[in-house]
């Protein structure tokens, strides 16, 4: 299985920027897309980023142009850099994998997630 831990999270103003970091270790053989989700207070979870094995990104249209995934495979983590946040950006970010790793004694493909993290944007 795959474990994921977020970093980064915490308080800024509007206008502000915050780097998150999601890290992936276990018995990992292949990971084929990392990204990114976030719940707000009274909302449900939406999707805000994602990249690929092949380096193709995908962006929900509310962080675009604001918001840049990357990721650094020798490491096996990924990164969000987010500039210009709002208070709209104030959620809890969970950190998420697509990839093959070792679940018992058997090799399986899955998504796994991490325990999340809280973004505040806030004056």
């Known amino acids: 299985q795959v474990q994921l831990v977020e970093s980064g999270g915490g308080l800024v103003q509007p206008g502000g920027s915050l780097r998150l970091s999601c890290a992936a270790s276990?018995?990992?053989?292949?990971?084929?897309?990392m990204g990114w989700y976030r719940q707000a207070p009274g909302k449900q979870r939406e999707f805000v980023a994602r990249?690929?094995?092949?380096?193709?990104?995908n962006y929900a249209d509310s962080v675009k142009g604001r918001f840049t995934i990357s990721r650094d495979n020798a490491k096996n983590t990924v990164h969000l850099q987010m500039n210009s946040l709002k208070s709209e950006d104030t959620a809890v970010y969970f950190c998420?994998?697509?990839?093959?790793?070792?679940?018992?004694?058997?090799?399986?493909?899955?998504?796994?997630w991490g325990q999340g993290t809280q973004v505040t944007v806030s004056s």
């Open positions: 276990g018995s990992i053989f292949s990971i084929y897309a």
């Open positions: 990249i690929t094995s092949g380096n193709s990104t």
């Open positions: 998420y994998s697509l990839s093959e790793s070792r679940h018992g004694l058997a090799a399986q493909i899955g998504n796994s």
